[in-house]
């Protein structure tokens, strides 16, 4: 079975950064209440190619969840601040109407949230939570939506598909309701996948098949993914480019490969270092110094220099510009100045 989609995947292939799906630009994102300001996210930029997976890594708090719901305009309005553009296939997001901006939800972008448990309503059944979300956004037949939920659910590798269709979300294990997850993010053909650490509350098997199937299906429709996640590991297992968050901002963004073998800022290569791998085995891991930064006003001197080793008087004069290095990559630290492409 496979799901129709508007453009080849011999085209998708071939689409580069060039042509971006989904355009971010500096987004600034502040939460407001009596008690205080956070300032979740500090001038957000990046593009999202057509069939391209990219990664946004961090540990938590750097706002990398925040900026994965600001794409959808999801974050509650009476206390959220909003500013810059989302720009999908040249229109911007945080200017639409409701109601526009409702049509798109599950139809152009679409959401794999961190914890399928609570996302899901417990008093529907799985099925019926598929097809009416078809149903609102396509406008076919019961029937028509029926067969398509069951097509989604085989496509995901949900086993007796069929009869899982009038599972309740309890009555299924981990793994099959974030596999029933991802068949409802899909249902409606999205052209832009937002994963919010979708394998988080997943045993480390159930998440090596999750992966997999993420990936399988990617190259299968074409999707262009963001995949939030805090674990280098798997940001590696799914993504083509990674975007570094830290405080709020992107400290380093580049093809993945170039990253993980060079990485140019020093809390790059803090998370790198701190990565368990085959290298390490006997030796003490090593650990970022100190404390994420105190987001109640926006960043003025570079937001890691309080924990970083190589910080000079420079780093606290302002915010570093992102500079672009040799390889297609950008970094966020004077130091980088020497390697500019």
């Known amino acids: 079975m496979t799901l129709e989609h508007s453009t080849s995947e011999a085209a998708m292939s071939k689409v580069t950064i060039q042509d971006p799906i989904l355009q971010v630009r500096d ?88 914890e399928p448990a609570t996302a899901f309503d417990p008093v529907y059944t799985i099925g019926q939570q598929i097809t009416e979300t078809i149903i609102h956004h396509e406008g ?73 199937l993420l990936a399988q299906l990617q190259e299968e429709l074409g999707l262009s993914i963001i995949f939030v996640t805090h674990d280098i590991g798997v940001a590696t297992e799914v993504s083509t480019r990674l975007a570094v968050m830290y405080g709020g901002q992107i400290v380093e963004t580049g093809p993945l490969a170039q990253i993980v073998e060079n990485p140019g800022h020093p809390y790059t290569q803090g998370l790198l270092a701190s990565t368990i791998h085959s290298a390490s085995r006997g030796t003490r891991l090593e650990a970022i110094a100190g404390s994420p930064p105190n987001l109640s006003s926006a960043p003025s001197q570079c937001s890691f220099a309080p924990r970083c080793r190589f910080a000079e008087a420079a780093c606290l004069a302002g915010v570093p510009d992102l500079i672009a290095v040799d390889g297609d990559a950008e970094v966020r630290c004077i130091r980088s100045v020497g390697e500019a492409a």
Not at 147 to 154: D, F, G, P, S
Not at 184 to 195: E, G, M, T
């Open 27 to 114: 987004l600034h994102v502040r939460f407001v209440s009596r008690e205080r300001t956070v300032n979740a996210v500090n001038g957000v930029t990046f593009d999202l190619a057509r069939g391209e997976v990219l990664g946004i890594l961090g540990e938590s708090g750097s706002g990398k969840s925040v900026t994965l719901r600001s794409i959808q305009k999801l974050l509650p309005p009476r206390n959220t601040v909003l500013n810059g553009e989302v720009l999908l296939e040249g229109e911007n997001v945080l200017a639409m109407a409701p109601k526009k901006l409702a049509s798109i939800r599950g139809a152009e972008v679409s959401m794999i949230f961190q």
């Open 140 to 212: 076919i037949s019961q029937a028509q939506a029926d067969k398509r939920a069951l097509e989604l659910l085989e496509l995901v590798r949900i086993p007796s598909a069929k009869q899982r269709l009038g599972n309740y979300p309890h009555e299924m294990s981990g793994g099959m309701r974030q596999r029933a997850m991802i068949a409802l993010a899909l249902s409606c053909r999205p052209k832009v996948l937002l994963a919010d650490e979708p394998t988080t509350a997943l045993d480390a098997t159930v998440q090596i098949q999750v992966l997999l």
